[in-house]
Nanobody, 125 residues
Framework: QVQLVESGGGLVQAGASLRLSCAASGRLISTDGMGWFRQAPGKERAFVATISWSGAEANYADSVKGRFTISRDNAKNTVYLQMNSLKPEDTAVYYC??????????????????WGQGTQVTVSS
């Protein structure tokens, strides 16, 4: 069993940066694929970014490509999402998730077994 806790969300102005963290406990996530998803009010939870167990491969939603960077520190059992040039449309609750399929980045929600409770990111214009 893995417990995931997100942190680092907040209220920022457009153009600002935030760094989200996802700390895992219960067991090591060093062989898991990890992902970030987000859910805006009235919308479905959507893929944002994913990273393979080694960190060698990552994949991003088109809407965040070039602005967001996913990374991981397996020694700290933590995954990060660096978000730059934030836009109002990035406003959402951001969720961290772990997938047992760690070899390749996983973009489908169904591939993830464990989820955090989410952290709110609000970007004002």
């Amino acid at each position: 069993q893995v417990q995931l806790v997100e942190s680092g969300g907040g209220l920022v102005q457009a153009g600002a940066s935030l760094r989200l963290s996802c700390a895992a406990s219960g067991r090591l996530i060093s062989t898991d694929g990890m992902g970030w998803f987000r859910q805006a009010p009235g919308k479905e939870r959507a893929f944002v970014a994913t990273i393979s167990w080694s960190g060698a491969e990552a994949n991003y939603a088109d809407s965040v490509k070039g602005r967001f960077t996913i990374s991981r520190d397996n020694a700290k059992n933590t995954v990060y999402l660096q978000m730059n040039s934030l836009k109002p449309e990035d406003t959402a609750v951001y969720y961290c998730a772990a997938s047992p399929k760690g070899g390749r980045p996983q973009i489908n929600r169904s591939e993830y077994r464990y989820w955090g409770q989410g952290t709110q990111v609000t970007v004002s214009s």
